[in-house]
């Protein structure tokens, strides 16, 4: 470890820093091309930020800056008391939002929660058909629509946030592109560039993504079992100025957390003291048979509830719902009309039919089996190993068993030909990620590659 330290002060002493740039963005560019040139390689450890300061003759404050900005492109992982390590440099920020499986025959894909493909072939089909024989349906759907969505269709998303045990009228139903799209939306309606959002310290990859696209700062909150710790947030507001909290209350993603309904009520009361804009994450959620109150139903007054169909029913079926507070309607809805005009007519037709005629019942049931089946077969390779899961949720959050760290287990994986997600592709703010990996099940077609995936992860773990 030692020699690589040294490695990379020789890099940046001997090819000098571009002149013209400032300090910061010199060495910064230094280090991304020593990356791509493979002169600084996957897992090499950067030198601390004082030792590399007091060889390059520059203060700690614009090593700090230098290394975040090849954080920013997904080339460098910050982890708390260890350092800063190198990523893979064709993961870029791909790498860290990444939403398309990689099927191609030599890889086993464990690394996506995604919904898996269970759909009647003739069920989208039929769909279609009907709306193109209803004259007046099919020429709706090819108009322009209202920016939070026809009446019937915000009135089918209320109906599949019901689910979820939300209360709420259908003027506050907003409907959108997918969730991302959802969220998106959201935070540009609430934030301004450089404000702060709170998020659980381990949260969804894609707040990252569109924090960056909106230039807002993100700060992570401490979590345990059940995930947000309310006082954690307390004492982060105290010390910060935070408009808003993102959290996934129920079946959280990576870690699987359920909030109890008492944590639920915590975290309420300190939003209310502190005037923060609830975002609640629901996407798994219609997949939990015994749901528990959302957060919405504590604080109404201030959460924007966001779910859609892309785990339940189908990842490409692009539909999505929130449930907004009556003061933040219009700024949504004008976000929605300024990022896409409107989700898309025929799509969001698409989905109304299947809730209002029932569909999503049938294949909300197939993808719970199929979740149980496949979880079975797994079951064998898991046993020995330190993991959680939620019965109807698609992935398993695996400890690692010392000396192992999770980048070095993901690296050795994804050579042995499997794709898994280790925990610093969730850090929020540089939160001190464990070293643990989400490994799920509904990425790969068939049950031995499934299989073979998992057995790959046992045995690297127990040699």
């Known amino acids: 470890m030692v020699k690589r330290e040294i490695d990379t002060i020789s890099i940046l002493m001997a090819d000098g820093l571009e002149p013209q740039l400032p300090r910061y963005k ?44 090849v954080e920013k492109l997904g080339l460098l992982v910050a982890r708390i008391g260890d ?130 696209h909106l230039g807002l700062r993100l700060r992570g909150v401490a979590m345990d079992a059940e995930g947000v710790i309310p006082e954690a947030l307390e004492e982060l507001c105290l010390h910060s100025t935070i408009r808003a909290l993102f959290c996934t209350p129920t079946l959280h993603n990576p870690t699987t957390a359920m909030m109890s309904v008492g944590r639920r009520e915590a975290l309420a009361a300190v939003a209310r003291r502190h005037n923060l804009v609830v975002i609640e994450d629901d996407v798994h959620g219609s997949l939990v048979r015994d749901h528990p109150l959302p957060l919405q139903g504590l604080a109404p007054e201030r959460t924007v509830f966001i779910t859609s169909l892309s785990k339940a029913i189908a990842s490409g079926l692009r539909v999505g719902y929130l449930l907004v507070p009556e003061k933040l309607r219009m700024k949504i809805a004008l976000a929605v009309r300024a990022s896409c005009w409107m989700a898309t007519p025929l799509v969001v037709e698409v989905a109304t039919r299947w809730i209002e005629g029932g569909e999503v019942d049938q294949l909300i049931s197939l993808q719970r089996e199929e979740i149980g089946r496949r979880k079975a077969l797994v079951a064998p390779w898991l046993a020995p190993l330190e993991h959680v899961t939620h019965g109807e949720g698609f992935h398993f959050w695996i400890t690692l068993p010392e000396p192992w760290r999770a980048n070095e287990l993901a690296e050795e994986l994804r050579h042995a030909g499997v794709l898994v997600k280790p925990a610093d592709a969730f850090a929020i703010d540089q939160f001190e990620a464990p070293q643990a990996i989400r490994a799920s099940v509904s990425g790969v077609a068939g049950t031995e590659r499934l299989q073979e995936g998992f057995r790959k992860i046992h045995d690297l773990l127990a040699s």
């Not at 020429?139 to 209320?158: I, T």
């Not at 946030?161 to 959201?186: D, F, K, P, Y």
């Open 26 to 69: 010199a060495i910064a560019n230094t280090i991304i091309n020593a990356i791509r040139a493979g002169q600084l390689t996957v897992g090499s450890k950067l030198p601390p930020h004082r030792r590399l300061a007091d060889r390059l003759g520059v203060t700690v404050g614009t090593i700090s800056r230098a290394y975040s900005e």
């Open 83 to 212: 350092g800063s390590y190198v990523r893979d440099p064709d993961r870029g920020e791909q790498g860290l939002f990444r939403a398309v499986i990689d099927d191609a025959p030599n890889v086993i894909d464990l690394s996506l929660n995604t919904n898996i493909p269970l759909h009647p072939p003739a069920l989208l089909a039929t769909t279609l058909a009907q709306v193109a024989g209803d004259p007046r349906c099919a020429a709706e759907v090819l108009r322009y629509q209202p920016d939070s969505g026809l009446g019937a269709h915000r009135a089918a998303g209320l109906r599949w946030m019901q689910r979820s045990g939300v209360e709420g009228a259908v003027e506050s139903v907003i409907v959108t592109n997918g969730a991302q799209h959802g969220l998106l939306c959201t935070l540009m309606a609430v934030t301004r560039p450089g404000d702060c959002v709170a998020a659980e310290g381990l949260s969804y990859p894609g707040l990252t993504a569109v924090a960056r």
